[in-house]
């Protein structure tokens, strides 16, 4: 537990493996909307093998203490800094986003250009329809919003620990119908449940994603930062190009097309880019296809070393 603007949060960092190059960057992985640093296991645990890490939850999510009702990316880049300064203060970096830690760190490259030495981003949301959603996405985010709230009830007065009870025996298609209830009605197509990470970590650790579902400050740091999508969107979309920074797109197998083609033009940012299409996984990538991910990191780590990239000069 690190102290960051005020508050611990959960850090976990590997200095990587002994006889590293010199030089060799440190990976960085941004989890996605109310994610955890859980959902980079199956990830982190193989990339350690090659590289120093940096997994970490941000504030309210996870293990890590609540933060501020208010948490744009404007702050989250800042608590990614502030993590960076305690964990890993000084070296390239290279950065992994999953979805919308994906904005996070494309936003961080903005701002920090002279510390990053590749990126790596997972499924992003798209820019084009969050930075000005139509009326359809905006009723999508209001009702995402009214449902993290309602869920943030449910942790208080004791129902989420129910839900999660019912998750950890088993028994989804009671624990939808109890999340049914919760919502309000909003909730009524198997679509609408999403139990991906719980069902597929490994058994010592469904327990605790479970304990994390049943913590009020998860809904509200999830409250804050969908709130803050599409401003975010905006900010990320206003970014520099990457122009000569090794990247890699991640899209899900079932990425609907306009999307992939939006994540097929973010790869063309850079003349470094790549573009990479998930065999079968949906947008869980990290957990449903993590061989996917590790193989991008793997790539951009060895590229940042025959770059020689010493952290001194700006990869852009």
Known sequence: MYGVGGRRLHVDFHPGPAGAPTGAPTVVFEAALGASSLGWMFVERQVRAFAATVAYDRAGLGWSEPGPRTQDLPAAVAELEGVLQAAAPSGPLVLVGHSYGALIVRYYVALHPERVAGLVLVDPPGLEEWAHPDAAHVAKLETGIRLARRGGWAARCG?????AWLIGIGALELAARCAVVVSGGKLREPSDFNFT????????AKPIMRWFWTRPCFYDALVSQMEALPEAARLVAQAPPLAEMPLAVLS???????????????????RRGQHLAARASGHWIPIEEPETVIAAVRSLVAQAVEMRYDGSKSAL
């Open 252 to 270: 899900a197998a079932d990425t609907p097309p306009v999307q992939a083609a939006e994540h097929e033009r973010a790869a063309r940012q850079s």
């Open 159 to 163: 129902a989420a620990r129910f839900v």
């Open 197 to 204: 990470p719980a069902m597929l970590l490994p058994p010592d």
